[in-house]
Structure formats: C-alpha cells, structure tokens
C-alpha cells in the first residue's frame, strides 16, 4: 500500500502450529503455518510507521511511531482494533519502539530527542502497561548519554527480560 506519505506497512499475521518462540530452525520447518492474513488496523489514516507486535493475555498490541509513539490492541485476533492512544512523552521526534509482553505486563522502549545546551540526542525511554494495555506508565528516561540511542529491542530471557539498544556516537 501507499499514500501521500509514502509506504504503509501492513501487520500480518501467519501463526504456526506447534512453534516455541525460541525453537530450533529444524522443529521451525516442519511447524504447518496458517493462511497470513492482514491484520492491519484500518482506522490508521496516518502512516504507520516502524510497527512491532507483541501478544499477551488474549491480546495483540501494535505500538508504531507517527511523530509519537502510539498503542493499539485487539481483543478478537485483529479483525478490530482500539482506537491509536499515544504512549510516548512530549519529544516531537521519535524513533522506532519495540515491545515485549510478558506476565508482569506489556513494556515498550523507543528512542526519543531530547535537547540539552542546544545539543540534540536520541535518549531511551520506557512505559509499561499492567493493565494489558489499558492504561501506560508516564514514560521513563532510561539513558543519559551524549551518544545517539538506536534500534531498542527486548530480549526474552528465563526470568524477565534484557533491553538491547546500540549508541552511535
């Protein structure tokens, strides 16, 4: 798809039979995939850029960025969707969230623009919801660094999980 802002990603979703998240290629090859179907929620007029997915309680949750971070969760396998509810802070610059679901909740990190002494940086922040998506935590500033934060991303581990992200300078 397109539009006056250029591509539109479309969520899809191809769910697998029998698939562990952290399964072997080999056990990944012989699991029967379903029919990808979209998932796309419709009400997004504006581009939705960056998505990532992320599955918890009987619930899918998208988090895209458009200037802000916002939040959207169906309840019924995608076929509708909530209404986009920002999540991030102020910061008109954002880049790309990620998202992670577990049993304490849904957690989302993205980087944001923050100025400090007339110098911009790209900082991590991070909201969390306790509620499946409800409600979000005001956003927290996870770094402090006079480097550029990019590409965040949850790493599932046994007990919680670990927040990658790398520093350009």
Request: glycine share 6%; proline share 7%.
């Amino acid at each position: 798809r397109s539009s006056a802002f250029g591509s539109v990603a479309r969520a899809l979703l191809a769910v697998a039979a029998g698939l562990t998240a952290l399964a072997p290629p080999a056990s990944a090859a012989k699991a029967r995939w379903s029919i990808t179907r979209d998932i796309s929620p419709p009400q997004v007029e504006r581009r939705l850029s960056s998505p990532a997915i992320a599955y918890s309680r009987d619930a899918l949750h998208i988090v895209f960025k458009d200037v802000h971070i916002f939040h959207m969760r169906s309840v019924d396998g995608g076929r509708t969707w909530s209404y986009p509810r920002r999540i991030s802070g102020p910061n008109l610059a954002n880049g790309a969230p990620c998202i992670h679901a577990d049993e304490d909740g849904i957690h989302v990190a993205y980087p944001a623009q923050v100025t400090e002494q007339e110098t911009r940086y790209f900082q991590l922040f991070y909201t969390r919801s306790a509620d499946n998506g409800e409600t979000f935590t005001a956003p927290s500033r996870l770094t402090d660094t006079s480097a550029q934060v990019r590409t965040p991303r949850f790493l599932p581990l046994s007990q919680g999980f670990a927040l990658l992200y790398y520093e350009v300078e």
